[in-house]
């Protein structure tokens, strides 16, 4: 029963609610959204491509996975994923579908679930990293790390905010909020989009915009200062201050 991956790895969660926890990252292919760009960029040219488009979309920051959910990955049988999740730390571990937008192997990650906990492997709890933009999955082992996209991310509203499916997650159990940073417009863009839509501070992460480890250090204190402002979570970009531009890590 193979499926398509792009990466897989066991490492510590770095954003959102769960940050310092570890994680066992599942990376599908494939997203709705583009962010920072105009085209989806072609695997092989992303430092290039990144610096080309960036202006031209009039995008504060650039997908930073975005050379591997279009690479072509690897097919794998779900019973070598299951292997992989037994041969983890007996401690406490989350297991994370991220991409990409996952939620478009909706199918995929429930043959996952359903294989995980057949083994009695069953995680902390199961986490999601999406966008926002595509019908939840209602199961309440499952926790949502809701990354809205902003107008910095050069992405139309009409194709980053869609109310209902906002709606779907704000009646579900585990749903964290997260939005990239990069001034003060963006902070008052997503005060305006929680305020819209009812979305609690409390269950809202701010984090800065950064491509590497020197952006992020230099973006922290202002982010942080606007955390302390409006009442919200600040988030560190874990992944980013420890491993820099790597990914998979």
Do not use: H
């Amino acid at each position: 029963m193979g499926i398509r991956l792009v990466d897989l790895f066991y490492s510590i969660q770095g954003e959102g609610r769960y940050a310092g926890k570890p994680a066992f990252f599942i990376r599908f292919p494939e997203c709705n959204l583009f962010c920072g760009l105009e085209k989806p960029l072609k695997p092989g040219n992303y430092d290039q491509e990144y610096i080309n488009n960036l202006k031209s979309v009039n995008a504060g920051w650039v997908c930073d996975t975005m050379a591997q959910w279009l690479s072509n990955g690897f097919q794998i049988d779900i019973n070598d994923i299951v292997d992989y999740i037994s041969r983890l730390s007996s401690g406490s571990y989350n297991i994370v579908f991220t991409g990409g937008e996952p939620l478009i192997n909706r199918s995929n990650i429930l043959k996952i679930i359903d294989a995980v906990n057949s083994k009695n492997l069953k995680p902390y709890i199961y986490e999601i990293e999406t966008n926002g933009t595509m019908e939840p999955i209602e199961d309440d082992s499952i926790s949502y790390n809701i990354s809205l996209k902003l107008s910095g991310s050069g992405m139309k509203r009409s194709k980053r905010i869609n109310g209902n499916i906002i709606r779907k997650y704000l009646l579900l159990k585990n749903t964290w909020w997260k939005f990239v940073i990069s001034n003060i417009n963006d902070a008052m863009e997503a005060i305006e989009i929680m305020d819209e839509y009812g979305i609690k501070r409390d269950s809202v992460y701010f984090m800065p915009a950064a491509f590497s480890r020197d952006e992020l250090v230099k973006n922290s204190v202002e982010v942080i200062e606007m955390c302390k402002e409006f009442g919200v979570n600040y988030s560190p970009r874990l992944q980013i201050f420890i491993y820099d531009k790597y990914v998979g890590v």
